[in-house]
């Protein structure tokens, strides 16, 4: 049964690679919208770095949205999805395949850059760990969750606006518990309590997700 | 042939596809109704009908991508939904649309359609002999034409797991020599106890064709 | 007739329509009786509030809409729950013809939750706890309302609603439970904790008359708007054309 599993990550690997030029645009969208905010608050650094924490979840959390496009649509345009429904193997487990594929190429990078950019923002170095913990523990979050409601709006043809409606509310606890642990970081405080509460939402994501989100390509593929 | 299953070889003589009593609808015209067939190993049965009959909705339900209004389908005499894993397992579908990556070279979409069958990747040079591709294994399969996509998409079915292949108007975009290649294909799978349910628009020459026709 | 038997009726859409239009006319009479006792009691014959005077008496309003527009969505996930499992019609009518409803509650929610916030902190809104959950639940609602209204084929539009549906409801508690927690973090107290553990029972039966004239008017709607649905779906069938003619 793992056979498929690990087929289908090496798949969506060698796919991502083969698209390399893609790979840099959820980097870039992170960028760019964390230059938005001192472009329209302005430049003093007390400011930056009084919201440098939410600023950058909310960042990194519109990046790896805009980056669930890709997680289906092709896959379901060419038939590839029909496939692993009809095989032998369970598509909920073809679906952690795909969704740990999607996390690696689009929010491991967001991961690693974020370090980077919270200079941008004066963020505390103290609070830098705790960035990319919160980041490691949400961002497969966020692709799981993501994956039902992409999953539930692949087979319409403009459903970028409503995925972002039925997403985002769902994101809400994962951005308060992740963007207060690194403000309370930044202050020095401690931030057990949201990394506990982030790594049972993670848990919850993970038992739950793939389900959801192989009941809803099935329905997506029936229409 | 032997497969990577632990599990022993089932006797293919009493496999069998039942469709009882399927109604089947799409928005909101109801299609068919009351319909019932058979398929049997060693038999292809042909589903027959204008545009828009309701060919590819029904090969679409007997594979369990869609859910009739009413009736079901039995695969070995058990309602489908019960073990729908194992009867995947002995599935092989080809739709409108081919399920091969762009991307990909021919050899590598077989390959990853051989770990999703569970049978071993020695099979796929023999699967891509067999349709004609093996000097374009290398080649990606963006750069192939439509003609070659579905020959790869055919040489999914050789993989081997496959007892029973659903084939949606599979002689569509190929030549001559293509469609002679797809006859042979379905002869030798049924030869070798395999059934198929197939619906095609062309006059459809084979020995293996079953009595029982399904007209909608 | 047997329980089951009597649901197996129920459940198909002829007997529905003819057994929820006799109910309906009987809801609205108790649905306006109870408003009528509500609205005396909580907008005129109960005391004003020590602290806040008579805006307190929009919390008649504004709570039981909140208590409505979490009971209706739990509903909804119900129905969903049962169309997914047991595949009947009836339960999807109920969870589609339910979701505008539980809308409107929301923002009448919002509403009065504004309204009674304005003489009190001068503004049209406050990041309450309260309401900040309030919206995030319009949010729920309204993905799925445009979830149903994007995809063509009823059937296939009716089961990714339920399936949205049900993740919601697991989500709305952790939502909930969040929120909470982030108003708790950035506001001492809110001001809608006069109908905390403390509220006074010449207070609490006006709200509780309130909450059930909601929940009536809830079944009210929900059946009037099912069974609009129903003909609508049905339209084909023999017993809607009767229907139709009949005069």
């Known amino acids: 049964m793992l056979r498929g599993f690990v087929a289908i990550l090496r798949r969506d690997l060698l796919l991502a690679f083969r698209h390399r030029s893609e790979l840099v645009n959820p980097m870039m969208f992170f960028v760019i919208v964390l230059t938005l905010f001192p472009l329209a608050l302005g430049p003093d650094a007390s400011t930056l770095r009084g919201i440098a924490a939410g600023v950058l979840w909310v960042a990194a959390l519109l990046a790896a949205l805009l980056s669930l496009e890709g997680m289906f649509r092709s896959d379901f345009e060419d038939g590839a999805l029909e496939q692993m429904a009809l095989s032998s193997q369970p598509l909920a487990l073809l679906v952690v395949a795909k969704v740990l594929a999607h996390w690696l190429v689009t929010g491991v990078p967001l991961i690693v850059l974020a370090p980077v950019l919270a200079v941008l923002l004066d963020l505390p170095a103290a609070a830098l760990p705790v960035l990319m913990l919160t980041l490691l523990l949400g961002t497969p979050v966020l692709s799981l969750v993501g994956a039902i409601g992409m999953a539930l709006t692949v087979g319409l043809r403009r459903g970028g606006l409503l995925l972002s409606l039925l997403v985002l509310p769902l994101y809400v606890p994962i951005l308060i518990f992740a963007a207060s642990a690194v403000a309370d970081a930044a202050l020095g405080l401690q931030v057990g309590a949201q990394l506990n509460m982030m790594g049972a939402l993670l848990a919850l994501a993970l038992s739950l997700g793939p389900i959801a989100t192989a009941a809803a390509l099935r329905i997506s593929l029936g229409a | 042939m032997t497969s990577e299953h632990s599990s022993p070889a089932p006797d293919t003589r009493t496999e069998v596809l039942e469709a009882v009593n399927l109604a089947c609808q799409r928005g909101e015209r109801l299609l068919f109704r009351g319909l019932s067939f058979t398929v049997t190993p060693g038999l292809t049965v042909l589903v027959e009908g204008s545009n828009g009959s309701g060919k590819t909705t029904l090969l679409r339900t007997v594979c369990g991508l869609m859910q009739p209004e009413e009736g079901e389908i039995r695969w070995n005499g058990a309602p489908v939904g019960r073990d729908r894993l194992a009867f995947q397992a002995r599935l092989g579908y080809l739709g409108h649309v081919h399920g091969i990556k762009d991307e990909l070279t021919a050899e590598e979409n077989l390959r990853v359609a051989a770990a999703l069958a569970g049978v071993s990747r020695e099979r796929v040079a023999a699967a891509l002999a067999r349709v004609g591709l093996a000097p374009l294994a290398e080649v990606r399969a963006r750069q192939l034409s439509a003609g070659q996509r579905r020959r790869l998409a055919l040489a999914r079915l050789l993989l081997g797991a496959a007892r029973l292949w659903v084939l949606d108007e599979p002689f569509t975009a190929l030549d001559r020599a293509g469609m002679g290649l797809v006859e042979a294909m379905i002869e030798d799978h049924c030869a070798a106890g395999g059934m198929v349910l197939m619906s095609s628009h062309h006059g459809v020459e084979l020995n293996c064709i079953s009595p029982i026709r399904v007209e909608l | 007739m047997s329980m089951w038997a009597w649901f197996h009726r129920l459940a198909s859409p002829k007997h529905f329509y003819r057994i929820a239009g006799r109910w309906i006319p009987w809801l609205t009479a108790v649905c306006v009786v109870l408003f009528v006792v509500g609205l005396y009691t909580g907008l005129y014959a109960s005391p004003p509030d020590y602290q806040q005077g008579d805006t307190i008496r929009i919390m008649y309003v504004h709570v039981p809409a909140a208590w409505l527009s979490l009971f209706v969505y739990v509903v909804m996930a119900g129905a969903s729950a049962v169309y997914l499992i047991w595949r009947i019609k009836l339960a999807d009518l109920v969870a589609l013809s339910s979701a505008p409803i539980g809308a409107s509650f929301t923002f009448l929610a919002l509403a009065t939750g504004s309204l009674w916030g304005k003489p009190i902190w001068f503004t049209w809104w406050v990041w309450d706890g309260r309401l900040t959950s309030e919206l995030i639940l319009l949010f729920l609602y309204l993905g799925y309302m445009g979830l149903r209204a994007a995809i063509d084929d009823r059937r296939s539009a009716a089961r990714a609603g339920a399936v949205l549906a049900l993740v919601g409801v697991v989500n709305v508690p ?48 929900v059946l009037i708007r099912a069974r609009a649905e129903l003909l609508l779906q049905e339209r084909r069938s023999a017993w809607v054309r009767e229907v139709i003619d009949s005069p």
Do not use: C, D, K, N
């Not at chain 3, 553990?197 to 709200?207: E, K, M, R």
């Open chain 3, 174 to 221: 952790i939502i909930h439970y969040s929120v909470e927690w982030w108003a708790t973090l950035h506001q001492g107290s809110t001001v809608f904790r006069a109908e905390g553990p403390a509220i006074h029972p010449s207070q609490l039966l006006p709200l509780l008359v309130m909450g059930l004239a909601f929940t009536v008017f809830y079944l009210t709607i």
